[in-house]
């Protein structure tokens, strides 16, 4: 029995169009299948009272680099370039500065001691001082950035992001989620709400079953989060434990959001930022009126997102509720209202928001992004080597795992030849 493609590829986020866009472009035939009913993954922009709010990835980060830059340029996506809003405070707010600064060199200065960490125990805790009095903001900024308590981040892992990032974070007032899903290629067949659930290698490639059947294809790329990749959703060929393994030392931490509408009348500076709580680390971070829309974003990491998800949305409203009427004034109760919250790792198809190196499992990475066989390539967020956790990261390992299976597939054909 033939191959009804070159590749099939499993999951329709970031990673899995990169992929698409790489082999269309090279004339390769591609299969992907998607486990929901919309493209996109973790990247997902909905429209929520009227406005598209992201509710997985929103930055451009590392702007001045980032491929989904220049796809939207050449789709004619708008990216606005300027000034993050979490550059600008909301004027007004009973915030102590000095507190804030102290707060902010205290972040720092545990970043720096990482690299000491990384060459020891690699345990990000470690950098903690021991009782320092801005511990409680350092846990809750490493739980934006890797939804996970530093005692579960490889301080290692977490500098090689830092160390890579431009520092550019630019946007789309579009949405993120819709020009990810915008970008698939029409030569590319899509099916949606058609989960894979094993993959066989054959003699000449792989055979994908799904529950309308099984489908040939010389190789089939990989995308799936490492918590689906870990679990047993998905039954992979003998031989790959090592790669479930790699998945299960990336687990994904906890970053949820939760969008309010502000009411009429309400004073608040548009484009602006405020953070919750210096001395509580399930703290949010909340973005005021982003592009003038009447939203306020809060955006929560490990222990802040883990509210939501023990206890469930009603129980994240009243949190962000409590933190902005102690910001804001007790007015404020009034002129907001819930919108949407986010369930990220409540999806058995994510199971979580990005990938975080455990303590000493950097080296990970690598180890899962390698080929199994020459059949079966594994790309999505936590496979790069440095732009993990990110959508750019995500649809530059789907070019990566391209090119590896059709350079595989070309490989094939030489030798049958
Ligand atoms: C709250 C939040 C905020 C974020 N903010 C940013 C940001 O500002 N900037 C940024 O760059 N990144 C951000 N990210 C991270 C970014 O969204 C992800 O890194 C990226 O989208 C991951 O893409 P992916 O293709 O690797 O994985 P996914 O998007 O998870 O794609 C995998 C796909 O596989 C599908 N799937 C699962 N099981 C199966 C199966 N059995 N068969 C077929 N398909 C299956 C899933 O449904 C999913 O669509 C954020 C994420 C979250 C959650």
Redesign the pocket.
């Known amino acids: 029995m033939g191959n009804a493609f070159d590749v099939i590829i ?7 169009i990169g992929a698409a866009r790489r082999l269309a472009s090279q004339g390769s035939s591609a299969l992907l ?4 009913s919309r493209l ?4 997902h922009t909905q429209d929520l009272g009227g406005y598209p709010l992201d ?5 451009l ?1 590392s702007g001045d680099r980032n491929t989904w830059v220049g796809i939207a340029e050449a789709s004619g996506f708008p990216v606005d370039r300027g000034e993050p809003p979490w550059a600008k405070a909301h004027p007004g707010i009973a915030e102590d500065e000095e507190a804030q600064e102290a707060a902010q060199r205290a972040y720092g200065d545990w970043e720096e001691r990482l690299r000491t960490v990384a060459a020891g125990s690699d345990r990000a805790s470690d950098a903690l001082e021991p009782s320092g009095p801005w511990n409680a903001y350092v846990r809750a900024i490493a739980g934006f950035m890797s939804g996970v308590a530093p005692e579960a981040i490889s301080a290692t892992d977490y500098l090689a992001y830092d160390d890579a990032s431009t520092g550019r974070n630019w946007h789309l007032p579009l949405g ?1 989620g819709t020009l990810v899903a915008a970008s698939l290629p029409p030569s590319t067949t899509l099916r949606l709400a058609t ?3 094993r993959i066989d290698l054959t003699a000449d490639g792989v055979a994908v079953t799904t529950r309308a059947g099984a489908v040939r294809a010389g190789a089939a790329i990989l ?3 490492t918590a ?1 990749l870990a679990g047993d ?2 039954r992979l060929p003998a031989g790959t434990e090592p790669w479930r393994d790699a998945a299960a030392d990336l687990p994904l931490g906890r ?3 939760i969008f309010l509408e502000i009411g009429r009348g309400a004073a608040f500076e548009p484009d602006t930022h405020a953070y919750g709580n210096l001395h509580d680390p399930r703290s949010a971070a909340y973005s005021i009126r982003p592009n003038g829309w009447p939203v306020i974003e809060a955006f929560l990491g490990g222990e802040g997102a883990r509210i939501l998800e023990k206890d469930g949305p009603a129980a994240g409203f009243d949190f962000v509720s409590a933190e902005l009427v102690s910001l804001f004034g007790s007015a404020v109760a009034s002129v907001i209202r819930p919108l949407a919250a ?1 369930s ?1 790792s409540r999806m058995a ?2 199971g979580g ?2 990938s975080c190196a455990l303590p000493n499992k950097s080296k990970a990475r690598a180890r899962l992004a390698r080929p199994f066989e020459d059949r079966l390539f594994f790309a ?3 496979t790069h080597p440095s732009d993990f ?6 649809h530059d ?2 070019r990566r795992a391209a090119d590896e299976a059709m350079a595989a597939l070309r490989h094939r054909q030489e030798e049958a030849a």
Do not use: D
Request: aromatic letters at 8%.
């Open positions: 499993v999951g329709g986020g970031a990673a899995g299948l998607a486990a929901s996109g993954g973790r990247a509710l997985g990835c929103e930055w980060h993120y989960p894979a659930e995308t799936v989060s689906v959703a998905i970053n949820e959001k986010t990220w198809s994510i928001a990005y999505g967020e936590a956790t990110t959508a750019h990261g995500a390992s789907g």
